[in-house]
């Protein structure tokens, strides 16, 4: 299937009081999506962290603690999903969750299910200066790619999208859409991911998906402040947006965002296109480097 709609969440960080709470909010989320149509639903970066207030003030104050309380959720978690893509025959890139690999040791995931089950995660590659220096998240170590039912999907969590060699090496192996989840604390941050998301989809010739946490979460130590925009980026060519935007929100609303894609036209703008960015990716590689003068 090439042509479908995608929802992408501007996802605003709540506060429970049971798991019962965590699971009704993320059900409307995915129920209000489906009644729109949409079939790819995209969640941001640490949309997770709110599961943290369930576990009490000394618990989510503590960058650590919360995180290593959070693990006992993860079965319920992952199996929600599982039933809410099935439930709503629907792919769903979850909010990447912090997940123990070993001791001491988390990395920030971001799973993908399907009407079928679970698909599989991607871990993020690239870490922020608070993710290595506060927080401790590890680095992931592959670069994904995943098979669905819609086309092939990669996924970059939130600074990935500025390195361009991890997007061209999934659009290498196929993958015409590009989700990128994301939480960023100040408007400069939020254009850094959405710079970044414009260039993939420029020099890749391909669809980029952003979607940013919004709002104030004053409780949390992890995602207290919140700026982003929900947007679906495209080429900038024949049949595309002029400025390479499908879709974007207002800013700090939540909600969801709605874009129509089609996935035939990623292969016509790369044959048929006023440039050829993603074919002419390699002749960058060719010129010798400047002359010194003599």
């Known amino acids: 299937m090439s042509v479908f709609k995608?929802?992408?969440?501007?996802?605003?960080?709540?506060?429970f009081d049971t798991w019962q709470d965590a699971k009704a909010k993320l059900t409307h989320w995915v129920d209000a999506?489906?009644?729109?149509?949409?079939?790819?639903?995209?969640?941001?970066?640490?949309?997770?962290?709110?599961?943290?207030s369930l576990f009490g003030q000394d618990v989510y104050s503590d960058l650590h603690k919360q995180i290593e309380a959070m693990q006992s959720l993860l079965?319920?978690?992952?199996?929600?999903?599982?039933?809410?893509?099935?439930?709503?025959?629907?792919?769903?890139?979850?909010?990447?969750?912090?997940?123990?690999?070993?001791?001491?040791?988390?990395?920030?995931?971001?799973?993908?299910?399907?009407?079928?089950?679970?698909i599989g995660f991607q871990d993020?590659?690239?870490?922020?200066r608070f993710e290595n220096e506060q927080w401790h998240i590890s680095a992931g170590e592959q670069i994904q790619v995943f098979d669905t039912h819609l086309g092939r999907i990669g996924i970059h969590i939130c600074y990935d999208s500025?390195?361009?060699?991890?997007?061209?090496?999934?659009?290498?192996?196929?993958?015409?859409?590009?989700?990128?989840?994301?939480?960023?604390?100040?408007?400069?941050?939020?254009?850094?991911?959405?710079i970044g998301c414009q260039a993939r989809a420029l020099e890749n010739q391909c669809y980029v998906v952003q979607s940013p946490t919004v709002g104030l979460a004053p409780w949390s130590e992890a995602?207290?402040?919140?700026?982003?925009?929900?947007?679906?980026?495209?080429?900038?060519?024949?049949?595309?947006p002029d400025n390479g935007i499908l879709a974007e929100g207002n800013p700090d609303h939540f909600g969801w965002v709605y874009a129509?894609?089609?996935?035939?036209?990623?292969?016509?703008?790369?044959?048929?296109g006023q440039v050829f960015n993603y074919r002419d990716w390699r002749k960058q590689f060719i010129p010798k480097g400047p002359s010194q003068a003599s």
């Open 260 to 272: 129509t894609v089609d996935l035939s036209q990623i292969s016509r703008i790369r044959s048929q």
């Open 162 to 194: 500025e390195f361009p060699m991890i997007a061209h090496q999934q659009v290498a192996a196929g993958a015409d859409l590009l989700l990128v989840p994301s939480c960023t604390d100040t408007e400069a941050g939020f254009h850094r991911v959405r």
């Open 75 to 118: 079965p319920d978690w992952y199996a929600l999903h599982i039933d809410l893509a099935k439930q709503f025959n629907v792919i769903i890139l979850a909010s990447s969750f912090p997940t123990q690999i070993g001791e001491g040791q988390f990395v920030n995931r971001a799973s993908l299910f399907g009407p079928e089950g679970f």
């Open 6 to 15: 995608i929802a992408t969440a501007q996802y605003d960080i709540g506060f």
């Open 124 to 128: 993020k590659l690239m870490m922020t």
């Open 223 to 240: 995602v207290d402040i919140n700026t982003g925009r929900g947007s679906v980026y495209t080429p900038v060519d024949y049949g595309f």
């Open 33 to 52: 999506a489906a009644k729109e149509n949409a079939e790819l639903l995209v969640f941001p970066e640490y949309g997770s962290m709110e599961l943290a």
